[in-house]
């Protein structure tokens, strides 16, 4: 539920009329989280806001934010809302710019990124979802910027293991786009909500996220969504961030029962009628096949690293109560 007052007094951002609010939601991440900050206020000379939204953070976070970036509009939650809603009660709250900015908390954006990805979105109006490129910490290519939507050869592919066999394989890992570097302008299915940028108008046209999707997937979702409007997102490889990837979810197999929630949830809200039991059955599948795959792979090998794989795919296995029905 949603605190409503905030525990940290909040100073509105010493701009008349921010042409971006830059929302962030951060959840145990003070390190991160303040690198963060400080490179957008080095970075963006356009108009902007910063609304943070800190779900109940245990590392001090929400002070740490109050005493260096006082001119954040802070909102210090005592509940943890999850991703989605807590982007929906930062933006209905407190955003006022035209366009809206979604960034992790664990990135670093880099060389105007903001700006740039603001000139994008002007020059190419009709994508109405805008996306750039992100990069690993050691600036190699992090691929998880944009993806393609799931289809029953995608599933069956990542069943077989032959998505992982052939990431640079635009016929075997169709989700991934493998065998794209990201250094081009592109329409994609799906922009990653770690770096995200709408129209005001157009995100209240969508009433926001489903927060029916408490961690991962509410941006599959959100651009599904739009593209069903007649959205067709973009990316361009001219504003670039990193990000870290997944700071606030350490636990491997914590993160696979949510990965595997919210897919359930999308193939039964997204997939046609007809292809739904057949997409639920072959994704419900894929951690038994990672399992087996990995167990193989320790018995012939003999390495440690294989075998603590199939421990944590066998874990996952294990825990399908907790994922196989969706998000509910």
């Not at 970036?69 to 407190?94: R, S, Y």
């Not at 599933?155 to 065998?179: A, I, M, V, W």
């Not at 973009?234 to 897919?263: F, M, N, W």
């Amino acid at each position: 539920m949603h605190s409503g007052d905030m525990t940290a007094t909040p100073q509105e951002a010493d701009v008349a009329s921010p042409e971006i609010s830059v929302i962030v939601v951060s959840y145990n991440t003070r390190k991160m989280t303040l690198e963060c900050l400080q490179t957008i206020r080095d970075q963006t000379t356009t108009p902007h806001e910063v609304v943070l939204l800190d779900n109940a953070s245990e590392d001090g976070s929400a002070e740490a934010v109050a005493e260096a970036f006082p001119d954040t509009v802070l909102i210090a939650e005592t509940d943890n809302h999850g991703f989605a809603q807590g982007n929906n009660i930062a933006i209905q709250t407190k955003a006022r710019g035209h366009y809206l900015l979604l960034l992790n908390p664990d990135t670093l954006v880099l060389g105007g990124a903001i700006d740039r990805l603001l000139a994008f979105a002007k020059a190419k109006p009709e994508a109405k979802i805008w996306g750039g490129r992100t990069l690993y910490g050691d600036r190699s290519l992090n691929p998880t910027n944009c993806w393609r939507k799931m289809s029953l050869w995608g599933l069956l592919s990542q069943l077989t293991g032959l998505s992982s066999l052939f990431r640079n394989s635009s016929l075997f890992n169709p989700e991934g786009y493998g065998g794209w570097s990201r250094d081009s302008e592109r329409e994609v299915d799906i922009v990653t909500g770690c770096f995200l940028l709408i129209e005001r108008a157009f995100w209240d046209e969508l009433g926001g996220f489903d927060a029916t999707y408490v961690m991962y997937g509410e941006e599959v979702d959100l651009c599904l969504r739009a593209r069903a409007k007649g959205a067709r997102p973009r990316i361009t490889p001219e504003a670039e961030i990193v990000h870290y990837v997944g700071a606030s979810d350490t636990v491997r197999e914590d993160q696979l029962v949510r990965l595997l929630r919210a897919k359930t949830t999308l193939v039964r809200n997204h997939f046609p009628a007809w292809q739904r039991g057949l997409g639920v059955t072959l994704l419900h599948l894929w951690p038994w096949s990672r399992r087996e795959a990995a167990r193989a792979r320790a018995a012939l090998s003999g390495k440690a690293a294989h075998g603590a794989s199939a421990e944590a795919w066998s874990n996952v296995w294990c825990r399908r109560g907790e994922w196989r029905d969706g998000y509910r």
